[in-house]
């Protein structure tokens, strides 16, 4: 069990997605308020090949050619990634990053997942370019990309470029900072809640295991297993990643 909230929650029994309803408009109809609701169907139908891997935008990935991950599973990013490479499947959650995506149109290279807001926003009314994160925990863009390879199925969960403050106190890295629709962040404020939010999904899922790789791993990559005992989260190097990405 874990405790998220105070609530004590069991860990997540994985089965197919097919969709979920979401709230859409809340309207005022004879002095009541009336939620509207609307059923979203799932219509990317993922099915889970080989390992999946999570690319995020720290720069301890910067030099690794991201095109060979392919060969071995599929791959999941978030935000700019696509300027330089699709993934099987990106994430966006924020809403100048996600206008910019959907101007390049990235939902026609990959499914292009966000949130319910930014999904009925393109175009309203529907028929929708984007895709709904399913059950969206409303979290990290991120953790959201690695808990949806959750919900497609994958049992190996790898993570490439999850830095965050590795290179100073207080500092976000990220190899898109500073670029069009990329504004100051602060760094502790986005580690403390992606640990937090890493934690709690290891112990949901306690039949996936996360592997981090990262060459000169920070202090605190080595902390992932704080607070639970189930042993299915770990750091490797570049050099031990090699034998995953190996043919057999």
């Known amino acids: 069990m874990v405790r998220i909230g105070g609530k004590i929650i069991e860990p997540i029994v994985w089965q197919p997605y097919k969709g979920e309803t979401v709230n859409t408009n809340l309207i005022i109809r004879n002095g009541q308020k009336i939620q509207e609701t609307e059923y979203m169907?799932?219509?990317?139908?993922?099915v889970p090949r080989g390992n999946a891997y999570i690319?995020?935008?720290?720069?301890?990935?910067?030099?690794?050619?991201?095109?060979?991950?392919?060969?071995?599973?599929?791959t999941y990013g978030c935000n700019a990634l696509y300027r330089d490479f699709i993934p099987d499947f990106i994430f966006s959650i924020d809403s100048p990053i996600t206008l910019e995506m959907v101007k390049d149109k990235v939902y026609e290279k990959c499914p292009h997942?966000?949130?319910?807001?930014?999904?009925?926003?393109?175009?309203?009314?529907?028929?929708?370019?984007?895709?709904?994160?399913?059950?969206?925990?409303?979290?990290?863009?991120?953790?959201?990309?690695?808990?949806?390879?959750?919900?497609?199925?994958?049992?190996?969960i790898y993570l490439l470029g999850f830095d965050f403050r590795e290179f100073g106190k207080d500092q976000l890295n990220n190899m898109y900072q500073d670029t069009e629709n990329y504004g100051p962040r602060h760094g502790d404020a986005v580690f403390?809640?992606?640990?937090?939010?890493?934690?709690?999904?290891?112990?949901?899922?306690?039949?996936?295991?996360?592997?981090?790789?990262?060459?000169?791993?920070?202090?605190?990559?080595?902390?992932?297993?704080t607070g639970?005992?189930?042993?299915?989260?770990?750091?490797?190097?570049?050099?031990?990643f090699e034998k995953v990405l190996a043919p057999s």
């Open 55 to 74: 690319i995020g935008n720290g720069p301890s990935r910067k030099g690794f050619d991201l095109t060979r991950l392919k060969d071995t599973g599929q």
């Open 192 to 225: 403390d809640g992606w640990l937090k939010q890493f934690r709690d999904m290891i112990k949901m899922r306690p039949y996936v295991n996360y592997t981090v790789v990262h060459d000169d791993p920070p202090f605190y990559l080595n902390h992932l297993q």
């Open 113 to 156: 997942y966000s949130t319910s807001l930014e999904v009925h926003r393109y175009p309203k009314g529907g028929p929708y370019n984007l895709h709904l994160i399913p059950n969206n925990p409303h979290w990290i863009c991120g953790n959201q990309a690695i808990w949806t390879a959750g919900i497609h199925g994958h049992k190996e």
């Open 228 to 240: 639970t005992d189930l042993g299915n989260s770990k750091v490797i190097s570049y050099e031990e």
């Open 41 to 46: 169907e799932d219509r990317v139908k993922a």
